[in-house]
C-alpha cells in the first residue's frame, strides 16, 4: 500500500494525543464517559487516501494507548476496536457525502454516528469481560454521544491545522536524552499480563495488585488513584447487579451476593494490575523516523507548547496548533 506524506499522517496522529491530553482537564467520574476530543483530528483527515487513514487509525490507538499506559491490558483491544471501526464508517460516510456533492450529511451527523458506534462497540466488547451489567449504560453513553459528537465536530470547525506538518527538531538544547524501556521488558511485562488473567486465586492477585504498583513507581511512572478507584466502583457496580451465588446483604429489591462481589474483586485487581503494569511499558519510546516515533516526537512538542502557553483551553490549543515548529525536547 501506498501512503501519503508520513510527517502528515504522524502530525495528525499526534493531534488525537494532543486533543485526548487537553481532555484531561475535564474531570472524568466513569471509565467509559470521554468526550473522545481526539475524534476532531479524525474529522479533519477525510481527505488522506484510504490506507493512509486506515495507518493514523492504528497509529492513534497504539500512540493512545502507550501514553495511557493500556497497551497491555484488553482496553487496548477496545480502544482499537473502537478506533478502527467508528473511524472508517466516518471516512465512508464522508466519501458518500462526496459523491452526493455534500447532500447527505453535514459534519455533524457524521460526527455524531462515529461517536455513536464507538460507544456501542465499547460496551459491547466491555460487558464480554465484565459481565452484562455493563450493558446497562448502553442508553446513557448513547446520549453522551450525541453530546460529544456535536461537541468535536463544532471543535473541527473552529481549529484550522497547517495543511503541510510542521518542521520537526529534535535534541535541542543539548539534553541527554531519558532512558526508555527496552522490547525486552515490554515482553516480560506482556508475559506477566498474561499470567495474571489467567489465574483466579485471590491471594496471588492481591500480592500481584502491589507489586506492580511498586513497579510502576520504580519505572518513574506516576501513580494515580482517581482512575483505580473510579475503575473499581464501575466494576462492583456491574459485578453486583447480576446476583451469584449467596446472598450477604440485601437492600430493598437490590441484593449483594457472595459470588458477584468475589468476582468483582478479582477482575478489578486484574485489571488494575495490567493498568499498572502497562504503565512501565509507558516508559517505550521508539526511536527512528518510522510513524509511530515521529507521532510522540510531535505529541512531546505539542504538549509541551500546550502546557507552557498561558490563557484559556480554546486559546492553548490553537497556539499549539499554530506552530510551524514543533521541538521534541525528550527525544
Not at 481532555?23 to 490506507?51: H, Q, T, V, Y
Not at 458477584?260 to 512501565?280: D, F, N
Not at 526511536?287 to 490563557?311: C, E, H
Amino acid at each position: 500500500m501506498q501512503f501519503q506524506n508520513k510527517n502528515k499522517i504522524a502530525y495528525l496522529g499526534a493531534l488525537t494525543l494532543l486533543f485526548s491530553y487537553a481532555e484531561m482537564i475535564f474531570p472524568k467520574i466513569l471509565p467509559f464517559f470521554r468526550l473522545g476530543l481526539g475524534n476532531i483530528a479524525i474529522l479533519l483527515a477525510f481527505d488522506l487516501s484510504f490506507p493512509s487513514f486506515l495507518l493514523l487509525t492504528l497509529i492513534k490507538s497504539l500512540a493512545s494507548s502507550i501514553m495511557s499506559g493500556t497497551l497491555l491490558s484488553p482496553f487496548f483491544i477496545i480502544s482499537l476496536s473502537q478506533s478502527f471501526f467508528s473511524g472508517i464508517s466516518m471516512y465512508l460516510l464522508a466519501r458518500l457525502n462526496q459523491v452526493c456533492k455534500n447532500k447527505l450529511f453535514s459534519i455533524y451527523g457524521i460526527s455524531i454516528f462515529g461517536s455513536a458506534l464507538s460507544a456501542l462497540i465499547q460496551i459491547l466488547l466491555s460487558s464480554i469481560y465484565l459481565g452484562k451489567g455493563t450493558l446497562a449504560l448502553l442508553g446513557l453513553m448513547l446520549l453522551f454521544s450525541i453530546f460529544s459528537g456535536i461537541l468535536t465536530a463544532f471543535l473541527s470547525q473552529i481549529l484550522h491545522i497547517p495543511s503541510q506538518a510542521p518542521v520537526l527538531i529534535r535534541n535541542m538544547g543539548g539534553q541527554t536524552p531519558k532512558k526508555s524501556i527496552t522490547p525486552l521488558l515490554i515482553l516480560l511485562i506482556l508475559s506477566a499480563s498474561i499470567c495474571i488473567f489467567l489465574i483466579n486465586n485471590l491471594i496471588f492477585l492481591i500480592i500481584v495488585f502491589f507489586l506492580s504498583f511498586f513497579f510502576q513507581k520504580i519505572s518513574g511512572r506516576k501513580i494515580y488513584l482517581l482512575p483505580h478507584i473510579s475503575l473499581w466502583l464501575f466494576i462492583m457496580i456491574t459485578s453486583l447487579v447480576v446476583p451469584n451465588g449467596q446472598v450477604l446483604l440485601s437492600i430493598g429489591k437490590f441484593s449483594v451476593t457472595k459470588g458477584a462481589l468475589l468476582q468483582g474483586v478479582i477482575k478489578s485487581l486484574k485489571l488494575s494490575s495490567v493498568s499498572a503494569l502497562s504503565q512501565c511499558a509507558a516508559n517505550f519510546k521508539p526511536k527512528g523516523d518510522r510513524p509511530l516515533a515521529l507521532v510522540l516526537s510531535y505529541f512531546r512538542g505539542l504538549s509541551n507548547i500546550f502546557r507552557n502557553t498561558q490563557g484559556n483551553f480554546l486559546f492553548k490549543l490553537k497556539t499549539a496548533l499554530q506552530a510551524t515548529e514543533i521541538q521534541d525536547l525528550d527525544n
